[in-house]
C-alpha cells in the first residue's frame, strides 16, 4: 500500500500520536504509582497524630525535615503490613506442641493428643495470593493503630503520655488476639486428631433386610420369542 502524503502537519499530528501511544502506559503508570505513594504519606502523618497526639504530631512534623518525612511517613503502612505477616502464633503454637510433654500445664492442654496415638492433622499455611486472605491482612495492618490508641484508652488511661498509651495498648491487643488465637488453632488441631470415620448409613426398602427383593437389570438386547425361532 503506498499512502498518499497530505501535508507536513499531517504527518506531525501523526508522529505525535505514536509518541502519545507509546508513552501513556508509562504516565498512567506514574501517576498511578504517585497516588500510592501520597497515600502512603497521609496515612503515615495521620497515624503519627493518631499515636502522638494531634498537637505533639504536628510539632514534631513540623522540626523534621521535610525529605526525612517523606521518605519515613510512606514506611509506615509498610512496616505494619510487615509487622502482620509474621505469624508468631504459629512458631509458638509448634514450641507448644513440642515441649507440651515436659511441662505439666501445657500438657493438660495436650492429654489428648499425646496420650493416645491419633493422626496427625496437615496444617496449611495461609496463601498471600488468594485475595481474601491478602485484603484481610491489608485491612487488619491499617487499622492497629487505631485498635491500639483505643485499647490503649480503656486499658491505659492513667497513663499519660499518649504514645506510651497506645504503645501499651497495641502490645495488649496482640498478646490478647494471639493467645485467643492460638488456643482456636488447638481446638481445631484437637477436633481433626479425635476425628472419627463412620460408616454410611443404609436405607432399607422393607421393613427388614430379609423381605428385600434384587431385580435383574433389563438387557438392552432384544430377545427371541418361540414364534420366531
Given at each position: ?128 495470593s488468594d485475595m481474601l486472605t491478602a485484603t484481610r ?31 501499651l495498648g497495641g502490645v495488649a491487643f496482640t498478646i ?54
Amino acid at each position: 500500500l503506498v499512502f498518499i502524503i497530505s501535508g507536513p502537519l499531517v504527518f506531525v499530528m501523526d508522529k505525535i500520536d505514536r509518541i502519545i501511544y507509546k508513552v501513556a502506559p508509562f504516565v498512567a503508570g506514574s501517576i498511578l504509582m504517585g497516588s500510592v505513594y501520597w497515600t502512603a504519606v497521609t496515612y503515615g502523618a495521620i497515624t503519627v497524630m493518631q499515636v502522638l497526639g494531634h498537637k505533639e504530631g504536628l510539632n514534631v512534623m513540623e522540626g523534621v525535615d521535610p525529605i526525612f518525612l517523606l521518605i519515613c511517613l510512606p514506611s509506615i503502612p509498610v512496616v505494619l503490613m510487615l509487622g502482620k505477616m509474621c505469624r508468631w502464633e504459629d512458631y509458638l503454637l509448634r514450641l507448644w506442641r513440642k515441649h507440651a510433654a515436659k511441662l505439666p500445664f501445657l500438657q493438660h492442654f495436650l492429654s489428648t493428643v499425646c496420650g493416645r496415638n491419633l493422626r496427625v492433622p496437615t496444617e496449611t499455611q495461609p496463601d498471600l495470593s488468594d485475595m481474601l486472605t491478602a485484603t484481610r491482612l491489608f485491612c487488619g495492618a491499617l487499622i492497629m493503630p487505631t485498635i491500639a490508641t483505643v485499647m490503649g484508652k480503656i486499658m491505659f488511661g492513667s497513663v499519660h503520655s499518649n504514645f506510651q498509651r497506645t504503645l501499651l495498648g497495641g502490645v495488649a491487643f496482640t498478646i490478647l488476639k494471639g493467645a485467643l488465637k492460638i488456643y482456636f488453632k488447638q481446638q481445631q488441631y484437637l477436633n481433626q486428631a479425635n476425628r472419627v470415620i463412620k460408616d454410611y448409613p443404609t436405607e432399607e426398602t422393607g421393613p427388614t433386610s430379609s423381605n428385600r427383593v434384587i431385580k435383574d437389570y433389563p438387557s438392552e438386547e432384544p430377545r427371541l420369542s418361540s414364534s420366531s425361532v
